[in-house]
């Protein structure tokens, strides 16, 4: 039973521990303010320059929410979702010429066009001027191989930036598929990766792996578990967490070429307890995370935040989400690039009792979280007041 119990929480990606945070201090409270209910499993939130937002719910809908709270209909022109599992319609981001071009970019889990397999595809479309439909969808990215499991698709989208400027490349985070843990460590498939691709699809000519045969071209890192939260930080360099096994939970900031670990260095265990591999979280040649959570808190969903609406204190900060933890994580940090460490954490939202899916800051400075469950909520943080 014992052993049962924890493979459901696996399942729900909520490992059954609550969290001890050893750097914890007292958090300043927020005023949550519900701005839509009734969502189905919602995973990613994003921003529309009119103020209206784009939700995607995990069984396969995209819905616009307007700045009144509606919840509108489901866009019409999606492709076919593998909604399984931890699988579906997953994380979804606004192309910073949006206003131009009116295309947004979505990962998914996509069925193999023969046979049982799945993997995780990003496509890029364009939003119908009346917000009721994509055109034009293309995927441009499909993880290979496919294989038939419905867990550990990873799926954060982030459009790059150079000199604080976009540079027309997007980051995607890729999952171990979890039965094919080993392939993290390899390079000639997409399990367990960062990738780094142009918005057309095409591999930049500066990823560490393109045209030198050592491996994939797509990829900028490896070594990964399941990667579902990913951003840039002030400094323009890419963060991103990974769910740990039972335990482990990461915090990386992969750099091009470089090995996280997974599954040879863990500071996590099997689920039910015994060791992963040699039981080792160290080994030469393979990068140590900047922050780990033991237990986890099953992290999804990461923003820093660039306003000083809740004051200095916590301009800078990252924000997590945690499902099994079931609060918002606050992170104090310090330094830059491959110095940065963690000072401190603080846990948010502790009062709702919900698994926190996703996180960001609005255009009107505030923070954001979306709820996971059957009655997935919207809900905007003010400030104390």
């Not at 790059?160 to 027309?168: C, F, I, L, P, Q």
């Not at 960062?194 to 030198?212: E, H, T």
């Not at 033991?294 to 900060?317: C, E, H, Q």
């Not at 939202?349 to 400075?365: H, I, Y």
């Amino acid at each position: 039973m014992k052993r049962l119990a924890s493979l459901v929480g696996w399942w729900m990606c909520c490992c059954a521990a609550v969290l001890v945070l050893p750097l914890q201090a007292q958090a300043q409270d927020v005023r949550p303010q519900l701005v839509a209910s009734g969502l189905s499993h919602p995973w990613a939130l994003a921003f529309l320059p009119d103020g209206r937002m784009l939700v995607t719910e995990r069984p396969g809908r995209l819905r616009v929410i307007d700045g009144d709270g509606k919840v509108g209909p489901p866009v019409s022109g999606l492709p076919e979702v593998v909604a399984q599992g931890q699988g579906g319609l997953l994380d979804v981001i606004v192309d910073s010429d949006f206003a131009r071009n009116r295309t947004i970019f979505f990962c998914f889990a996509q069925a193999a066009e023969r046979g049982s397999g799945n993997s995780t595809a990003l496509a890029r479309a364009r939003l119908s001027a009346a917000m009721d439909r994509l055109e034009d969808v293309q995927v441009i990215f499909s993880q290979q191989p496919k294989y038939a499991s419905s867990a550990h698709f990873g799926c954060r989208i982030v459009e790059s930036r150079t000199d604080g400027k976009a540079d027309g490349r997007l980051f995607l985070t890729l999952g171990d598929r979890f039965r094919r843990m080993a392939d993290a460590q390899t390079l000639d498939n997409h399990h367990g990766k960062v990738v780094r691709i142009d918005k057309q699809g095409g591999v930049p000519g500066d990823n560490p792996f393109a045209g030198n045969g050592r491996g994939l071209p797509e990829i900028w890192s490896y070594g990964h578990r399941n990667l579902q939260g990913a951003a840039l930080a002030p400094d323009g360099r890419l963060w991103v967490h990974e769910h740990g096994p039972q335990g482990g939970d990461e915090i990386n900031i992969p750099s091009p070429g470089r090995n996280y670990g997974w599954p040879v260095i863990t500071y996590g265990v099997n689920y039910g307890g015994g060791q992963i591999g040699e039981g080792i979280s160290r080994k030469d040649g393979m990068e140590q995370p900047i922050h780990y959570w033991v237990p986890s808190i099953a992290p999804s969903g990461m923003a820093f935040l660039t306003s000083d609406r809740y004051g200095s204190a916590w301009k800078g900060n990252v924000f997590v989400g945690a499902l099994a933890g079931r609060h918002l994580v606050r992170i104090e940090w310090r330094g830059d690039g491959d110095s940065a460490r963690i000072v401190r954490e603080h846990r948010l939202l502790t009062e709702l009792g919900e698994r926190v899916r996703d996180v960001r800051q609005g255009p009107d400075g505030l923070l954001y979280v979306l709820t996971d469950s059957s009655n997935g909520r919207l809900i905007r943080l003010l400030p104390p007041g």
